[in-house]
């Protein structure tokens, strides 16, 4: 069974860069065979996908995104991160991490995905 598990700051100003840490257990980010995605949902809107980090480490961004999203990973502490500049209260969400052995840039419902971290709530404010 793979867990993810969501961290991070719940309130950032805009302007800022937002980070959050997805720390996996039960499977290996480099050798697992699996895709690692940063999903969001902003109040009252469907779930928007941002970008995947693939077991071997290439990255692929939702184009809307491209130019302020950064998905890294760090394989000695099996995590992966999302860094989003110059925030907004538009990028005020719940930012979930997902993983799914198939490659997908959409997130039209979570049964696409194998597995989600239960979300976490930021917001973008002063």
């Known amino acids: 069974q793979v867990q993810l598990q969501e961290s991070g700051p719940g309130l950032v100003k805009p302007s800022q860069t937002l980070s959050l840490t997805c720390t996996v257990s039960?499977?290996?980010?480099?050798?697992?065979?699996?895709?690692w995605s940063w999903i969001r949902q902003p109040p009252g809107k469907g779930l928007e996908w941002m970008g995947v980090?693939?077991?071997?480490?290439?990255?692929y961004y939702s184009p809307s995104l491209k130019s302020r999203t950064s998905i890294a990973r760090d394989t000695s502490k099996n995590q992966f991160t999302l860094q989003l500049s110059s925030v907004t209260p538009e990028d005020t969400a719940v930012y979930y991490c997902?993983?799914?052995?198939?490659?997908?840039?959409?997130?039209?419902?979570?049964?696409?995905?194998?597995?989600w971290g239960q979300g976490t709530q930021v917001t973008v404010s002063s």
């Open positions: 039960g499977a290996s980010i480099p050798t697992g065979y699996y895709y």
């Open positions: 997902a993983t799914s052995k198939r490659f997908i840039t959409i997130a039209t419902t979570k049964n696409l995905y194998d597995y």
């Open positions: 980090i693939s077991y071997s480490g290439s990255t």
